[in-house]
């Protein structure tokens, strides 16, 4: 018997595997001699392929080995129905697989998955005696034995998984209510279930079938099924190993673009959101910066909607730790922006981070000057309680008087009517005071010392 998602005779697989190598033939020599071959012609060649891929078995793997052998039903967990690494008992006496069971508590279940009966405490106690019985069963079928799955959250994939994710992949070639059926569980799995986010690294190619219904041109497309596959982008894109493969593709980025321009206030928020956590990888700064995300990830935070703001600003920082991003985002009006949202009081301490980490080019302290952010500065640094909204502050004013000497007047008035920068000078962080006695020491020796960019 062939394990291929459901039983199937050697006969059946044999239909499949020679139907599909059939259809495979006929794609590769459209794609081969076609100069004009659609984008849905290799689609379907990579679907075929991994069709194809999915009939062969393995016969090196232990899935295969066990598929083949007769596992006695006591070495089998009863939550994965899969042959046990490492048997624990529970309180109520039942034995389990430890991931397994580790997992159903983690959820913040506290009954036995079996008697429904509440617990009276959940630690895991070892069951020696049905380790030393599967052991021993390993050597008389001279397989080795597999060593116990102990990170809970990232190794844990049962066939269950697998055979579950490849069958909602499918699903999104299908019918729009097929699709949005898909994409909603999809959302819904990622979201709740680690191994189904560490399934996206080791299952085949899922991002072209996964973003498939987003990525055929249709501009009809239902906006909740938008939301819901850029959601499963985000929860795929929490886990560090898939944040390269994902930002590398090249179909997610100009998808996670177009995201933020259209559908629902969910949606762009959520793609915001993912383009921050694939953002945590240097050389997908590097990639995000160059994909022109800037101007779309500026215009959402211009529109300022509550839902949506934090998380653009989020991705906006981290893009901007890598310098060459600094002036992508200066010249699609990044400054300008920022201060306008400061000025309304909107999310003060992120976007003054975002604006310190800007005033190092020398581009942003000129829009600085031509809006006329210094009295503003002045006034947060004078009025708010915040520690790390006032180093900020003072950070970005220290950057502009050493670069415009006109603005030693100012800073001077300022000083003699509200001791300003002397008080935080006294009160202020470590990198506060740097900051303020830099200018307070230049600000005594008068304005020859200063000097323009």
């Known amino acids: 018997m062939a394990k291929t998602g459901v039983f199937e005779s050697d006969g059946v697989v044999a239909a499949n595997a020679l139907e599909l190598k059939d259809k495979l033939q006929r794609l590769v020599k459209i794609i081969a001699d076609e100069d004009d071959y659609t984008v849905e012609t290799t689609d379907e060649a990579i679907r075929t392929l991994y069709a194809l891929k999915l009939l062969k078995p393995n016969k090196e793997s232990l899935s295969w080995k066990l598929d083949n052998l007769v596992v006695p039903p006591d070495f089998r967990c009863p939550i994965s129905r899969e042959l046990m690494r490492d048997p624990v008992v529970l309180a109520t006496g039942q034995t389990y697989d430890r991931p397994f069971i580790q997992r159903w508590l983690n959820e913040g279940h506290r009954t036995c998955p079996q008697t429904q009966q509440v617990l009276s405490h959940t630690i895991l106690t070892p069951n020696h005696l049905v380790r030393d019985m599967i052991s021993q069963w390993f050597k008389e079928h001279g397989i080795e034995i597999p060593k116990p799955v102990r990170d809970i959250d990232e190794e844990v994939i049962t066939n269950a998984d697998r055979h579950c994710l490849n069958s909602l992949l499918q699903k999104l070639s299908l019918s729009v209510s097929d699709q949005k059926e898909a994409a909603k569980e999809l959302r819904l ?259 020859s010392l200063t000097h323009t960019a």
């Open 189 to 447: 799995l990622t979201k709740r279930m680690p191994s189904f986010r560490t399934l996206f690294g080791v299952s085949g190619d899922v991002i072209p079938q996964l973003l498939n219904p987003l990525s055929a041109g249709n501009a009809d497309i239902h906006p909740d099924l938008k939301e819901d596959l850029i959601t499963t982008v985000l929860n795929f894109s929490i886990q560090d190993n898939n944040k390269k493969i994902i930002a590398e593709n090249p179909l997610v980025i100009p998808l996670l673009i177009d995201s933020l321009q259209s559908g629902t206030i969910q949606t762009r928020s959520n793609a915001a959101a993912a383009i921050f956590t694939l953002s945590a990888l240097d050389s997908n700064k590097h990639i995000i910066g160059e994909s022109g995300a800037f101007k779309h990830l500026i215009n959402l935070l211009d529109e300022g909607h509550l839902l949506v703001i934090k998380d653009v600003a989020s991705a906006i920082f981290n893009l901007c730790i890598v310098p060459v991003n600094r002036g992508r985002a200066i010249q699609e009006g990044a400054v300008g922006v920022i201060l306008k949202k400061v000025m309304d009081s909107i999310l003060v301490d992120e976007l003054l981070a975002i604006l310190a980490l800007l005033s190092s080019h020398p581009n942003a302290v000129e829009d600085m000057a031509e809006i006329g952010a210094l009295p503003c500065l002045l006034e947060i640094i004078r009025e708010s309680t915040s520690e790390r909204t006032k180093e900020n502050c003072v950070a970005i004013v220290h950057t502009i008087y050493f670069y415009d000497r006109n603005t030693w007047r100012e800073i001077r008035e300022e000083e003699k009517a509200n001791s300003t920068l002397s008080k935080l000078a006294q009160s202020g962080t470590s990198r506060a005071k740097r900051k303020v006695n830099g200018i307070l020491d230049r600000l005594s020796k008068g304005p």
